[in-house]
Structures are given as C-alpha cells and as structure tokens.
C-alpha cells in the first residue's frame, strides 16, 4: 500500500513540475512577445513625438494651410475633419442604434437576424476604400462629380455604422433577461421597456461603441480621397470640397517641400493623441459603469 501511495505521488510531482515548467514557458513567451510589441510601438511614437514636435504651435491651430515654401497651419484641416467626424456620427448612430436594438430584440432567433448580422460584419471588415468607391459612385457621380463634406461623412457614416450596431447588440444582450421579464410583469409596453430600462443599463456600452467608431474615422484617408477630396482654403459650405487632417498629411508628407512635411508631422501627432484621448474616455467610461461602487 505504501509503494502505491509512494509511486502516486512521484507521478503526482512529476505532472506538477512539468505544469510548472510549461507555466513558465508561457509566461516568458507572454512577456516576450508583449515587449515585442510594446517596443515597436515605444519606437513609432518616439518616431512621431520627435519629428512632430518642432511643428507644434499657435500657427498649427490659427492659421490655413500654406502654399509651397511658406508657412501656415491646419487650421481649415481641422475645421473639416471635426465638420465630417460630426456629421457622420449623427447619421450613424441612430441607424446603428436602431439595428442593433432590433437585432438584439426582435430579430434574434429570426434568419432575417442571421442575415443582418452576417452582413454587417462584412461591412465592419470591408476596406474603407471600397466605402469610399461605393459612395464615390453613390452621391459624387450622381452630382456630376461635385466634390463634397457631405459626401465625406456619408462615407466615413458607412464605417461608424457598423460599429455601432455591432457595439449595441451586444451590450443590449448583457442586460439581464430579468430585467425585461420584471418590465414586462408590470405590463410596460416593450418599447418602454427597450427605452428606459434596456437602453439605462446599456448606455455605457453603447456610447463607448460610439467613441471607437469616432476614433477610427478621424484617422481615415482612403474614404475622404474620393468624396471630400481636400481644399486648402476655409471653407463651411458642407455641399463643397473641405480639407481634412488625413488628406492633409497624405498630401504634404509625399511632398518635396521642408515646411509642409513638418505640418505632416504634426498633424499626425494631434490626430494620435485625439485618438488616444477618445480611446481612453471610452475605457474609463465602460469600466466606470462596470466597478461596482459601495
């Protein structure tokens, strides 16, 4: 009986050392490959942070955008990326919202659902250059090649609305079934019950979803290229062409000229940290809804 016992736990200490072994592999590989990363990152921010800084002024926010050998700013650049960026949240969102309200309520277990759902992830995956083409073809052609802001946020709206749906279904789906059985108990018709309670317990998801979607256009090129396509001087007429930060600096950073790659530059720092600033709103506000609080 004792040799039992004694060979079980030579078995027993053999399994544990190579689970422990196997554990730190995995750890050291964890490390190793999030130092990878963290590194090309670290050099890609320096990269910008350094070759960006020398451009950073009042002149950046106040004055246009210059022509070659002289200096200006982006000003009319960033009027027309906040222009844009707005108008294509407000046409987004209540659409995103409203699918994925109906996806998550009504169209669960229905193969109208499957469908919605299956093409909405091919538009979330699909190039923001094919968005753009489509509505190229969709509102600028139909124009007579008219150039437009308009046309700018309708493409980069095709790219917040899937987000949204996306994000909005999901969160609604977190929402306990209790809750809606409560609701209901008490004869509060489903809308109501979708309105103020459903979209309460939600909210913080769902306008995180709205944050990450603002993130991800204000950086978008490709889309803006065949709509917006770019202006170097003010203009607030959203039926005309209207510059923007990433056209800006896809055009200057591929000139010849010092000045315009050194607003490149810039223009690329301010975007980077707009977008870190929105991302990080959008964490603090989905984990302050999740903490709980005494």
Partial sequence: MSSTSARADAVAGRLHARR???????IVLAVLTAAFGLFFLGWI???????????????????????????????????????????????GTPLGVAAGTW????????KAGMVVRFV???????????????????????TGGRFSALAGAIALAFIVLPV???????????????????ALSLGVPQWKVIVQV???????????????????ISGETAPLLFTAF???????????PMASVPVVMYQYAGSPYESWQQL?????????????LVSLSARALLLRNTIPHD
């Fill in 230 to 240: 770019g202006n170097q001087y003010w203009n607030s007429n959203i039926l005309q």
């Fill in 20 to 26: 422990r072994l196997r554990n730190a592999v995995a």
């Fill in 103 to 110: 996806l998550s309520e009504y169209g669960r277990a229905r």
């Fill in 120 to 142: 909405n992830d091919i538009l979330l995956s699909a190039p923001s250059i094919v968005l753009g083409l489509f509505v190229y073809t969709l509102v600028v052609m139909q």
């Fill in 45 to 91: 921010l320096w990269t910008l942070a350094s070759k960006a800084i020398g451009g950073i002024n009042w002149a950046l926010f106040t004055r246009m955008t210059p022509p070659p050998m002289q200096e200006g700013g982006l000003l009319n650049a960033f009027f027309g990326s906040a222009v844009m960026c707005v108008l294509a949240i407000a046409m």
């Fill in 198 to 216: 459903l979209y309460r317990s939600a909210s913080a998801g769902i306008v995180t979803g709205i944050l990450l979607s603002l993130a991800r």
């Fill in 164 to 182: 949204v749906v996306r994000t909005t279904d999901e969160m609604l789906q977190l929402v306990p079934v209790q809750m809606r059985e409560a």
């Fill in 264 to 276: 490149a530059w810039a223009g690329a720092l301010v975007l980077t940290v707009f977008v870190l």
